[in-house]
C-alpha cells in the first residue's frame, strides 16, 4: 500500500545544492537505489529471509517506495527469530516488539536434566530503550500461572556501559562470558525451564512491550529522555548515527519546534476522552532504508519534511495561515492552472491499517471512510484510496490522518507561478492565497520552489483549505467495532481434564482404587495418561499410558494420590488435574457421655467429610463404617451405659479421596 503522506524535498537552487551536495543531500539522493528490506515468517524462530523490494528515489512519489506493508511489519515487529546477520530495528513511543535471538543455550536443570533450561537472549533495539515491560511467551504473558516457577527474565535498557547479564556467565560454563555485553542494545535474557505442560512445542516465540527510545532532544524544554511526539522521533532519527547523521545546526529549529506543538495538541474523541494530535508508537528496520522510515514518520504525523538550503525543515500536518498573497504584481511570466485531477489519481473513500493494541498489536482495519458527495461528483463510483499507518496505534488518530488525506485530493486545483524575486520571501510548505487575476482566490500550499535560470522563482501550489483539517469526533469519528471471533484448530495444545473423581472406599481395608475423570472436548484428542503415588512411595507410578477409557483401577491398600493429564495427536499435553491424599484428622480423643462416645480433634483443612469406622475390640480387622461426618466434635449416640468402643477416622477430599486412618480411640458410655 502506499504511504499516506509524500515527502517532498526541495533544494534551493545550486547554491543550497553545492553547499550540501556531498553530505546531507547526497546521502538522500544516494538512498534512492534498490534497497533491500526483511520479513519475518510466522513460524517460531525462523530465518530471517531477504527479500528485494521496490524503492523510489523521487521525494515527490507518494508511494510506499522501499516500505512494508503494515501486516509485514506487524508480523516481523513480533516473532523473534535466529539469523545470523540481519538488521536492527528502532522503536518509537509504546509498542510490543521482538527481534533477533542472538544466542541460545542448555542447561542442567533443578531436576538433573541436561537440557532442562532453555537460555536465549532477544536483541529488541538498536539503541537504549526507556523500559521493557511485559514479555509475551507464545500467546500468553510471562506472568501466566502456568509458567509459575518456569521463567526468568533479565532486561536490559541498552546503556552504552551496560554491564554482561550475570546469570549468563554463572550458568553458560564460558559460552557468555563478561564481554558479552550488548553495549547500546536494549535486549532480554530468559531461561524457561521446558516442560511438556508450560511449553508443549518447545521454546515458544518472545516479545516483550517496550517504551522505545529514551534519548529525545526536546528543543522545547532541553529535556533529553522519550517521546513519543513524531517530530521529535524524526529529528532524533535525522540526527542519529544510524539515520542521516545530521547535525543539529542542519535541523530548523523553529520549525521543529511548531511541528512539535502541533502534535501536542489536544483532540477530542467520541467516547468524550481526548488525545494528544499525533503519537508515533511502533517499530522500524534499518533494513527498510532511510527514506521508508522517514516516511513512516511523517505518515503519522500527516507531515511534510522539505530539505532546502542544506536544512532539514519538518513540518506536522494543521491548517497554515497565509504567509503571503499571491498576486499579478509576483508575476515574472505565465501562469498554468490545473482546475482539476486525473481520473486516475481521484478517490472518494479511504481504507486504512493500523495497529490496535487491543488486538495483540496486530494490524487492523480502520473503519473505511466514503464521502457520499464525492462519490456523487464521480458519477456515483466508490473509488477507495488504501493506507497503511504502521507507527499509529489509535483508531481515532487513523480515522483523522484518512479524513485530511481525502480532504487534500479533493482540493483539486495546482497551480505553477513564474514568479519574480518577490517570491522570495516565501518558503517551500508556507500557506499563500493566490489572487491572480482571471482566477477565483483560493488558499494553497507551495509544493515547489526553485530558482529559474533565467532568472525569478518557479512555485508550484496546490490548493489547501482550512477545512481539510476539520475534525469534529461525534460527526466524523466512525465506531471500530469488533471483528468476528474465529475459533482456529489449535493442535498443538490441548486442554487439562476438568475434573478427577476417585472412588472412595466404604471399608477400613481395600485391595484398590477406582478413578475416573471428565473427558476432554478435543478433536485432536489421542488420549489419557493417569499416574499414581502411593503414600508410601516417593515417584509417581503409571496406570495407563494413552487410554480412551475415562476411568482406572489402580491396586493399593494404601493411600494413594492420582493424577491425570490429556495428550494430543500432536504429542502436546495439557497439564495434570490431581487428587491429591487429603490430611488426616489430629489430636482425637474419645470420652464417654450418657448414651454414647464423644469424639473431639481437629478438623482437617480442605476436607470435606470425615469417615468414622468402629469396632468392639481394638480389631481394625472388624471395624465397620458408623458415619461420615462433616464435624467435630461429633457424639457416636445409641449405646447402652457400659458399651465400649474403638473408634477410628479418615479424611476425605472433595475428589473422593481419603487419607490414612488416625486412632484408634475408646471410650465407655455413661
Not at 88 to 112: M, Q
Not at 362 to 376: C, F, G, I, R, W
Not at 400 to 414: I, P, W
Request: hydrophobic share 45%; with cysteine.
Amino acid at each position: 500500500m502506499p504511504a499516506a503522506i509524500p515527502i517532498i524535498a526541495v533544494v534551493a537552487g545550486a547554491v543550497g545544492s553545492a553547499a550540501v551536495g556531498g553530505g546531507v543531500i547526497g546521502a538522500l539522493v544516494g538512498a534512492g537505489a534498490a534497497i533491500a528490506v526483511s520479513f519475518i515468517g510466522s513460524q517460531v524462530f525462523p530465518q530471517n529471509t531477504a527479500t528485494a523490494r521496490g524503492s523510489s528515489a523521487s521525494f515527490n512519489d507518494s508511494g510506499a517506495g522501499g516500505t512494508t506493508t503494515t501486516a509485514v511489519e506487524a508480523q516481523a515487529r513480533t516473532q523473534s527469530f535466529r539469523q545470523a546477520i540481519t538488521e536492527h530495528a528502532l522503536v518509537f513511543g509504546r509498542c510490543k516488539v521482538s527481534g533477533p535471538i542472538v544466542f541460545v543455550h542448555s542447561s542442567t536443570d533443578d531436576e538433573g536434566r541436561a537440557d532442562g533450561y532453555f537460555h536465549a537472549v532477544v536483541v529488541l533495539a538498536a539503541h537504549r530503550v526507556r523500559t521493557i515491560g511485559e514479555v509475551w511467551l507464545g500467546d500468553a504473558l510471562a506472568t501466566d500461572p502456568k509458567f509459575s516457577g518456569l521463567v526468568r527474565i533479565d532486561r536490559h535498557l541498552g546503556d552504552p556501559g551496560q554491564a554482561a547479564n550475570a546469570n549468563l556467565i554463572a550458568e553458560t560454563g564460558g559460552k557468555w562470558t563478561a564481554a558479552h555485553r550488548g553495549a547500546g542494545r536494549a535486549y532480554m535474557a530468559l531461561r524457561l525451564k521446558i516442560t511438556p505442560e508450560a511449553f508443549p512445542s518447545g521454546p515458544p516465540n518472545m516479545a516483550a512491550l517496550v517504551e522505545g527510545a529514551d534519548t529525545i532532544r526536546d528543543p522545547r524544554s532541553g529535556a533529553i529522555g522519550w517521546s513519543d511526539n513524531p517530530a521529535l522521533c524524526l529529528a532524533w532519527y535525522l540526527t542519529a548515527p544510524f539515520g542521516w547523521r545530521a547535525s543539529w545546526d542542519e535541523i530548523d529549529m523553529p520549525a521543529l519546534i511548531a511541528a512539535a506543538n502541533i502534535c501536542d495538541e489536544i483532540m477530542g474523541r467520541r467516547d468524550g476522552t481526548a488525545e494528544r494530535r499525533y503519537t508515533v508508537n511502533g517499530r522500524v528496520s534499518l533494513g527498510e532504508g532511510k527514506i521508508a522510515i522517514t516516511r513512516k514518520l511523517l505518515a503519522a504525523m500527516a507531515g511534510t519534511m522539505v530539505v532546502s538550503g542544506g536544512r532539514f525543515v519538518i513540518h506536522a500536518g494543521a491548517p497554515a495561515l497565509p504567509a503571503a498573497t499571491l498576486t499579478a504584481a509576483d508575476l515574472r511570466g505565465d501562469v498554468s492552472v490545473m482546475g482539476s485531477r486525473l481520473r486516475r489519481d481521484l478517490f472518494n473513500g479511504v481504507r486504512a491499517v493500523y495497529v490496535d493494541p487491543g488486538k495483540n498489536w496486530q494490524p487492523t482495519d480502520a473503519p473505511p471512510l466514503l464521502a457520499s458527495n464525492y462519490v456523487t461528483e464521480d458519477g456515483g463510483e466508490a473509488i477507495y484510496r488504501d493506507l497503511d499507518f504502521p507507527l499509529t496505534t489509535s483508531a481515532a488518530t487513523v480515522q483523522r490522518l484518512m479524513k485530511v488525506e481525502l480532504e487534500r485530493n479533493r482540493r483539486q486545483r495546482a497551480v505553477v507561478v513564474q514568479a519574480n524575486l518577490s517570491a522570495l520571501r516565501l518558503r517551500p510548505w508556507d500557506g499563500v492565497m493566490v489572487a491572480i487575476d482571471r482566477i477565483e482566490p483560493f488558499p494553497a500550499r507551495i509544493t515547489g520552489w526553485r530558482f529559474a535560470p533565467e532568472g525569478g522563482i518557479d512555485l508550484t501550489l496546490a490548493e489547501e483549505d482550512a477545512a481539510v483539517w476539520d475534525w469534529n469526533p461525534a460527526v466524523d469519528e466512525r465506531a471500530t467495532g469488533d471483528s468476528p471471533s474465529v475459533i482456529l484448530p489449535r493442535p498443538g495444545s490441548i486442554a487439562t481434564p476438568a475434573s478427577i473423581r476417585v472412588g472412595t472406599p466404604s471399608t477400613a481395608t481395600f485391595a484398590a482404587l477406582g478413578v475416573d475423570w471428565a473427558a476432554v472436548p478435543s478433536a485432536y484428542l489421542a488420549g489419557y495418561e493417569v499416574e499414581a503415588r502411593p503414600a508410601s512411595v516417593a515417584n509417581w507410578l503409571a496406570v495407563a499410558a494413552g487410554t480412551g477409557a475415562l476411568f482406572a483401577v489402580f491396586p493399593t491398600t494404601e493411600p494413594t494420590a492420582f493424577r491425570v493429564r490429556a495428550r494430543a495427536r500432536s504429542g502436546a499435553v495439557s497439564g495434570w488435574q490431581e487428587a491429591a491424599i487429603p490430611a488426616a484428622p489430629s489430636g482425637l480423643a474419645a470420652v464417654g457421655v450418657v448414651g454414647g462416645i464423644q469424639i473431639t480433634g481437629a478438623y482437617p483443612a480442605g476436607a470435606t467429610a470425615l469417615q468414622v469406622f468402629e469396632a468392639t475390640s481394638n480389631s481394625l480387622a472388624a471395624a465397620v463404617l458408623q458415619a461420615t461426618i462433616t464435624t467435630l466434635p461429633w457424639t457416636r449416640t445409641g449405646l447402652a451405659t457400659g458399651q465400649a468402643r474403638w473408634l477410628w477416622l479418615r479424611s476425605v477430599s472433595p475428589e473422593g479421596n481419603v487419607s490414612a486412618l488416625v486412632g484408634p480411640v475408646t471410650a465407655t458410655a455413661l
